[in-house]
């Protein structure tokens, strides 16, 4: 069964930590997202990734990074965690336009 | 998405059809989808329409699409109680870009 991991479902962090999520897929897509989502603002694209070492930035990549090293892995950083950046993360890819394959999403709280 | 506007909650009954609607600015959108999002869990994609058919039917659930509105929507029909979620529309903007542009995602509930 084809999937989108992330390797955490809730993860609790202090401001001004560095925090790392991790997504991996095993579909061999090219193209791998990130996502963060609030209640009534739906889906906002914080980078997006069209190949290894590549990025580009989405609608909000302020506050984060990223990382492809890897086609199955792509990593979402952010560099010193505040309590604006408790949501949400969710990973996705896809190869075609036929639509995204989501991970189940990491809740991170920061406190 | 500022892009994709839908209303953001839907309060159905058990056995009734529900309609989910969804406006979205992008005149040269190829493809549009619906995605649910169960109670914890990430998003799946229900089902898409390419933007040269009006309508797509499978199962109980059938998508209409208005290229002239840019208006699209999705009807349940026979709702069941496994059938509250959230649901978010999305286009696709152009036809070599796989960023998807996402609505804020309606709240539907079964009530028995």
């Known amino acids: 069964d084809v999937k989108v991991t992330q390797s955490s479902r809730y993860l609790v962090k202090r401001t001004g930590e560095k925090v790392f999520l991790e997504c991996v897929q095993d579909m061999d897509h090219e193209n791998m997202f990130w996502y963060r989502q609030d209640p009534g603002l739906g889906l906002r694209l914080i980078y997006f990734?069209?190949?290894?070492?590549?990025?580009e930035k989405g609608d909000i990549p302020e506050g984060y990074s990223v990382s492809r090293e890897k086609k199955e892995r792509f990593s979402l950083i952010l560099e010193s965690a505040s309590t604006n950046q408790t949501s949400m993360y969710l990973c996705a890819s896809t190869q075609t336009s036929g639509g995204y394959t989501f991970g189940s999403g990491t809740r991170l709280t920061v406190v | 998405g500022e892009d994709v506007e839908q209303s953001l909650f839907l309060s159905v009954r058990e056995g009734d059809s529900s309609v989910i609607n969804c406006t979205y600015t992008?005149?040269?959108?190829?493809?549009l989808y619906w995605y649910k999002q169960e109670p914890g869990a990430g998003l799946q994609l229900l089902t898409y329409i390419f933007s040269n058919m009006d309508m797509k039917q499978d199962q109980r659930l059938t998508v209409l699409l208005n290229k002239k509105d840019k208006h699209l929507s999705l009807r349940i029909a026979d709702t069941q109680t496994g059938d509250s979620a959230i649901y978010f529309c999305a286009e696709s903007p152009r036809s070599n870009d796989y960023k998807l542009s996402f609505g804020a995602g309606t709240t539907v509930t079964v009530r028995a």
């Open positions: 990734s069209y190949d290894v070492k590549m990025k």
């Open positions: 992008d005149s040269s959108s190829t493809y």
